[in-house]
């Protein structure tokens, strides 16, 4: 059984296995938030033991850190991934100064990661582990950002954290978001208690923790921005500019590193699909995450049952309640608004799903407002048992339809046998040299006129498809001049079809190129 297979079979036991568990978790989150009365009053005690808010989010936050720690190693590293790999191989010194040249993001969680991988090691589960541990840790940081308001209110925003496809995949995924997400819901949960409180403290921590958001990623200036101008309206102009200052002074020692990361175009890549269609996938991406089985459908029923619960907050909060709700949604609406209009306007287009995916907390904690607030009644309660589960399914789903996971490219690098015939080319798709170097060893990029080869090797990805199922991998059958197809192999993520020749063979790059059908292939030899 390949290792791809063994994982499939693994998750499928695994999800077996641990359905009851996670079953008696989400039970256990139900029975505290519990079904209102008809007049909209919190329920009345039933006989019998009933499980404190404590006990709540210790359940919810045991069955999230299993979904993602279980699921870990169930998907491909793919390219992004594997750049962070590369950059943390490097030494200390070294990787810092590759910063502006490799990547577009400032460099703590590149610190944390170089640090957890001298414990971990730089495997895929070893290194994935950081972002799953700041996963599980954000999901009692979102319920103490709901409980600033009720009990029940912190119940639903943990338990949306448990189960949204987006923090799912962001726990899953060797890159800066999910510290991102974490320090960004870390400083919205001390926003709402200085705002709360008034005191000193909150207020300090609230900075401390949005310094780090920043020096984790620049999109935490947009959080930023919209919860100092609400402090400063309800604290004082004085107090909330005296808090803002470390931001403000870390902000500036980073600019010369954001502007040498713009100038080296590694975000140009962003701007190569609309703006429309970025932020259609950025609303889908906040309600089922980036991709998965009947996205358009589950992505529409997800909407129309937040619209419900924002309906629920307009009609049905009260006092603290509605004043809770509107600085959650300035504060998540600016998130994703501010940079939409610098696109817009031509002035800075880097608008990603990605890059606003913080803004998802306030957003959820929104959410959650209408469904545990005091008035909510029984449809408050079925909307979060349906998105919850609808959350789930897309979840539980993706793991088990390959197609539909992050690009494959382990199960095309075990598709090629250990012992072939040298010399190799590996003719990729752009940036796949990579994450194959990940599966197969170093592999070096050429750009020669000519390559001698024994063998060539053209491995193809599905194409992911909005609208539906992702498009089948592109299969390769014409041979090269010299050479003779051998094998194919062929799964719902990718294809792989090997050519071989009698002799080493000398074959024009732009030969292979255009028989790979995208003209910024890669080609790749090994050693």
């Known amino acids: 059984m390949t290792l791809q297979g063994l994982a ?55 069955a999230g850190a299993a979904l993602r720690f279980g699921t870990i190693d169930v998907q491909s590293i793919w390219g992004d991934e594997a750049i962070t790999i590369a950059v943390v191989h490097r030494s200390f010194g070294s990787m810092l100064s590759h910063l502006s040249s490799s990547e577009s993001a400032p460099p703590l969680y590149y610190t944390l990661a170089w640090l957890w991988t001298k414990v971990f090691g730089t495997g895929p589960i070893g290194f994935r582990t950081l972002s799953a541990l700041a996963g599980t840790l954000t999901i009692p940081v979102v319920w103490a950002c709901g409980r600033e308001i009720s009990d029940r209110v912190g119940g639903w925003a943990a338990a949306l954290a448990v189960v ?11 890159r800066a978001y999910a510290l991102l997400i974490l320090f960004c819901a870390l400083a919205f949960l001390f926003f709402e208690r200085a705002l709360s409180r008034r005191d000193a403290r909150s207020l300090a921590w609230w900075a401390g923790f949005s310094a780090l958001a920043l020096l984790t990623h620049y999109f935490a ?41 713009r100038d080296s175009g590694k975000a140009k890549w962003i701007e190569e699909s609309s703006l429309i269609s970025r932020t259609g996938e950025t609303v889908k991406q906040f309600l089922v995450g980036l991709y998965g089985p009947g996205q358009i459908g589950t ?32 504060v998540a609406g600016v998130g994703v608004a501010l940079p939409l ?33 005091a008035r909510a009644g029984r449809a408050g309660a079925a909307i979060g048992t349906a998105l919850c589960a609808i959350g789930l399914g897309v979840i539980l789903a993706t793991n088990l339809l390959p197609g539909y996971q992050r690009d494959d490219w382990r199960g095309a690098a075990q598709a090629l046998p250990k012992n072939a015939p040298a010399p190799r080319v590996i003719v990729a798709e752009r940036y796949g040299g990579s994450p194959l170097s990940i599966y197969l060893g170093p592999l070096r990029q050429t750009t020669a006129t000519n390559v001698i080869a024994r063998e060539i090797v053209f491995p193809t990805l599905r194409t992911r498809h909005t609208a539906g199922a992702p498009y089948p991998p592109y299969l390769q059958l014409r041979p090269p001049r010299g050479f003779r197809l051998v094998s194919v192999r062929k799964s719902e993520a990718f294809a792989v079809t ?30």
């Not at 077996?16 to 329920?43: F, H, I, K, Q, V």
């Not at 990605?354 to 407002?369: K, M, Q, S, T």
Request: overall charge positive; proline content about 5%.
């Open 341 to 373: 209009l610098l696109a817009a306007a031509h002035l800075i287009d880097v608008f990603d799903g990605r890059n606003v995916i913080a803004a998802w907390v306030p957003f959820a904690v929104l959410i959650a407002i209408g469904l545990g607030c």
């Open 498 to 527: 090997r050519f071989l020749a009698p002799r080493q063979t000398t074959v024009a790059a732009r030969e292979l190129v255009r028989l790979s059908g995208d003209p910024a292939s890669e080609l790749l030899l090994e050693g």
């Open 8 to 62: 499939h079979t693994t998750t499928v036991q695994w999800l077996r296995g641990r359905s009851y568990s996670l079953r008696m978790a989400m039970s256990a989150g139900a029975e505290a938030l519990g079904t209102p009365s008809r007049d909209g009053s919190a329920p009345a005690a039933r006989a019998g033991w009933r499980p404190s808010a404590l006990q709540v989010v210790v359940a919810l936050t045991v």
């Open 221 to 261: 200036a947009f959080l930023f921005i919209p919860e100092a101008v609400i402090l400063a309206r309800a604290l004082g102009r004085r107090r909330a500019a005296l808090a803002c200052a470390p931001v403000v002074i870390v902000g500036i020692a980073l600019l010369p590193l954001a502007i040498d990361q």
């Open 164 to 174: 949204s496809p987006a923090m799912y995949y962001y726990s899953q995924e060797a």
């Open 299 to 330: 992505a529409a029923l997800s909407g129309l049952l937040a619209l419900g619960a924002l309906w629920i907050v307009l009609k049905r909060a009260r006092g603290s309640e509605r004043d809770r709700a509107r600085d959650a949604a300035i």
